[in-house]
């Protein structure tokens, strides 16, 4: 899901400006880091129960972190003294879920059949209505 890639997005970022010196060797350290990409992943991968497989091609990590100022990124620690990981989680495994309920129950409808779309666009507003409400 896209919460899950913003989530892997998040902590590699956050990764690799952690691993950064804070005064020299920047550059070198950048494309040290930028190499080891993989073996990044499978850290990552293993501290916060993410599949490697989950983060992207690394090439894609690469060309993003050519164009973006690595240290204009928070940090871990900034990261997570502001809760950031953990509420893409909370956010991914329970309030995603619990809005999209509603889609899930809901039936498809044939376009040409006007009558069956509003009966159906109705019973989708009941619902969605009820579960505002906490029903």
């Not at 956050?14 to 073996?39: I, W, Y």
């Not at 993410?50 to 983060?55: G, L, S």
């Not at 997570?80 to 509603?102: D, F, M, S």
Request: glycine residues 4%; charged residues 25%; proline residues 5%.
């Amino acid at each position: 899901s896209r919460a899950h890639r913003v989530l892997c997005h998040t902590v590699v970022c956050a990764t690799l400006r952690q691993r950064m010196p804070s005064v020299f060797g920047k550059d070198s350290a950048k494309k040290k880091e930028l190499q080891n990409l993989e073996e990044t992943f499978k850290d990552i991968g293993l501290k916060y129960k993410i599949a490697p497989n989950n983060f992207g091609p690394t090439e894609d990590y690469v060309n993003f972190f050519k164009k973006v100022d690595l240290f204009a990124l928070p940090d871990m620690t900034k990261t997570q003294k502001k809760g950031w990981i953990e509420t893409l989680r909370n956010l991914e495994g329970n309030v995603l879920p619990k809005l999209l309920a509603p889609i899930k129950a809901s039936a498809a409808v044939d376009p040409s059949d006007k009558k069956h779309q509003i009966m159906l666009s109705r019973q989708y507003q009941m619902q969605v209505s009820n579960q505002l409400a906490g029903q």
